[in-house]
């Protein structure tokens, strides 16, 4: 291929933004339903037919079907007012044109619709979803021989996983150091206790003669949270206020849910402060893990961020994993380490086939480090190009894949890898989304060669759009450092408040809400958490901090399409012009 015909073949992966590929499209999706029908026919040839012609000729029959094609047709209505985001005009949040074969995987396994709760239902889904679990371990930098996991319903529930894994994990430990204090009247450390291990448990199971069903009654999981947090204060002679997880402040709200939801209690999340570049400040991180530790609170997890919801960041997870690593050669603490990369995972097919243009080199070595963390939630239904529903948790080993099953929490019972159902807080899962996943790993590839070079191309779309706007707009005030695809800016004329400044943003987002051509959204950067990226942001412009937050337009590049020269030039040239007759009334008021 020369490099001319190489750089549009991307455009055989999507239908394109005028249906483009209709025809050969059709032919495959076709090709699919023959398929379907022909697997049927053939199955079990000698069976008889259940309809006959005369049946399939009466009026309640031929009512049935008329139903049905009236009804398509309303839902078809419905369906024109749907939101376009196959087309690059939309560039609202995080999702775009799907990949054809995430799309045909999709249909052809929907047609299937297996269970992939366990294998029973589920004979040929159960196996696509390992290999492409497999597909996106290595892909994430995990040795996929070793690395395990499931795909979910999205990032949310992949992040609770990895919540319940690392829970089930701290719980042994701590039942264990109860259990030698009540039963033996030996002291560990609490904090060194709750961190310390599956090598040191199993030495310290062996030392002291005790059996793993024996912990059973000594399981905060497995008795009763309160009466355990009693039975710690009355061992350890000071107040057992239970697990912290110490999460940035970047956070998608999903860890506040999850705070939540295993009965952590709010007030056991511990947000870890952001730099002025909205990034986890890892001095801050340190901070914390001292305080846990001065504060006898175990951590239950720690967890790093590839690719914030808001503006697109990447969390130094490289320098995290140092601080554990360190803190494990010298302290003994193994502390769970979990990389939210819900939108950022795929960011790692960068990193994979001839090198990146456009990641720095810090960002290089902080999505390097994802491999070396305990568990990692990835979305293939976002920068993956397919369909809902689809989010992944990656383990890097079975060991961390371990969970209760809610019988006796035996660890080599859950090295057995059971059926998925004891292991995943999802029941019935549709193998979809694993089918959908695969085909685009299979065919399009998560390298620079394929996906990656689409990822690629959007960010420099993203950072051309950038450059274009500012030199012909200069009250278009660019979020920094917007090293993604995800580009956020504020509307403020040199020296404006922060009030007006955000007035006028509110303004000019009305303004893109009412108008059909574009869709953008919208976000607001607020708090204490913020301050240091408000106080840069609003300090470039000659502002005053007058309020505290910061409304931002948000836009996620994402359409494939923006690489094509002459779509990036209209619609930019087009959204500036929009963008200058909006601003001027609002500068006015
Ligand atoms: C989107 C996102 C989630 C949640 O994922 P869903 O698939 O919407 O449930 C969690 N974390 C981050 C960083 C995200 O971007």
């Known amino acids: ?50 309809s006959t012609k005369p049946e399939r000729r009466t009026p309640a029959y031929l009512e049935a079907r008329e139903r049905m094609a009236a009804g398509l047709e309303d839902l078809a209505d419905l369906l024109d007012g749907e939101l376009p985001k196959f087309t690059p005009r939309y560039i609202g949040h995080m999702v775009s044109d799907l990949t054809l074969p995430a799309l045909m995987g999709h249909f052809a396994m929907l047609l299937h619709n ?8 589920s004979k040929i889904g159960s196996i696509i979803e390992e290999q492409v679990v497999a597909m996106l371990a290595e892909m ?19 992040n609770f996983e990895a919540v319940w894994r690392a829970r089930f994990r701290q719980d042994h430990w701590l039942s264990l150091v109860l259990y030698l204090a009540e039963e033996r009247g030996v002291k560990l450390n609490l904090f060194q206790g709750a961190h310390m291990g599956w090598a040191r448990f199993a030495e310290l199971l062996a030392e002291h003669d005790v059996l793993l069903d ?16 009693e039975r710690m204060t009355n061992a350890f002679g000071r107040p057992y206020r239970g697990p912290v997880m110490l999460v940035p402040e970047n956070k998608h709200f999903s860890w506040t849910k999850a705070a939540n939801i ?11 402060p952001l730099d002025a570049y909205g990034k986890m400040d890892v001095e801050g991180l340190t901070g914390l893990i001292q305080k846990a530790q ?28 140092g601080i554990l690593k360190a803190l494990r050669e010298r302290e003994g603490w193994d502390i769970w380490h979990h990389v939210d990369a819900a939108y950022g995972g795929f960011l790692c097919t960068l990193l994979r086939g001839e090198p990146s243009r456009v990641l720095s080199a810090e960002n290089t070595k902080a999505l390097s480090a994802i491999g070396d963390a305990h568990s990692v939630t990835i979305d293939p239904h976002k920068l993956g190009y397919v369909p809902y529903s689809c989010g992944a948790i990656i383990t890097k080993d ?59 191309e959007t960010i420099l779309a993203c950072r051309s759009f950038r450059k274009k706007v500012g030199d012909a707009l200069p009250f278009v005030r660019f979020l920094d450092p917007s090293e993604t695809n995800i580009l956020c800016y504020s509307l403020a004329e040199a020296g404006a408040s922060l009030k007006a400044t955000n007035a006028a943003t509110e303004e000019i987002f009305n303004r893109f809400v009412a108008c059909p051509e574009f869709s953008v959204s919208k976000t607001t950067l607020s708090g204490a958490a913020h301050r240091k990226v408000i106080e840069r942001h609003v300090g470039a412009y000659g502002g005053v901090v007058d309020d505290d937050r910061l409304v931002l337009i948000r836009s996620v590049f994402m359409n494939p399409f923006w690489r094509e020269l002459d779509v990036s030039e209209s ?19």
């Open 571 to 589: 619609l930019t040239a087009d959204i500036i012009a929009r963008l200058d007759d909006w601003f001027q009334p609002a500068k006015a008021a």
């Open 1 to 50: 291929m020369t490099p001319e015909n190489s750089s549009s073949a991307y455009k055989a992966y999507f239908l394109g933004p005028r249906a483009e590929n209709e025809a050969w499209v059709r032919a495959e999706f076709q090709g699919i339903l023959d398929h379907w029908f022909q697997w049927r026919k053939d199955l079990f040839p000698n069976d008889k037919p259940v």
């Open 114 to 121: 297996p269970n992939n709760t366990s294998r029973d239902a």
């Open 262 to 272: 295993f009965g952590y209690g709010e007030h056991a999340f511990w947000p870890v």
């Open 398 to 456: 079975e060991q961390a894949y371990a969970v209760s099953s809610f019988k006796a929490p035996y660890l080599e019972r859950q090295l057995e890898v059971p059926d998925k159902w004891s292991t995943t807080l999802e029941g019935s899962r549709s193998a979809a989304g694993a089918a959908a996943t695969w085909l685009t790993g299979k065919t399009f590839g998560f390298d620079t060669a394929g996906l990656g070079g689409v990822i690629e």
């Open 294 to 321: 001065k504060e006898g609170r175990p951590i239950s997890m720690v967890v790093s961020v590839a690719g914030t919801t808001e503006t697109g960041e990447i969390d130094p997870i490289h320098q995290v994993q």
């Open 140 to 158: 994430l930098g995990f040795a996929p021989e070793k690395a395990t996991g499931h795909i979910t319903g999205g990032g949310t529930v992949a």
């Open 214 to 229: 024996d912990l059973r009654e000594y399981s905060a999981v497995a008795t009763n949270p309160y009466e355990f947090g």
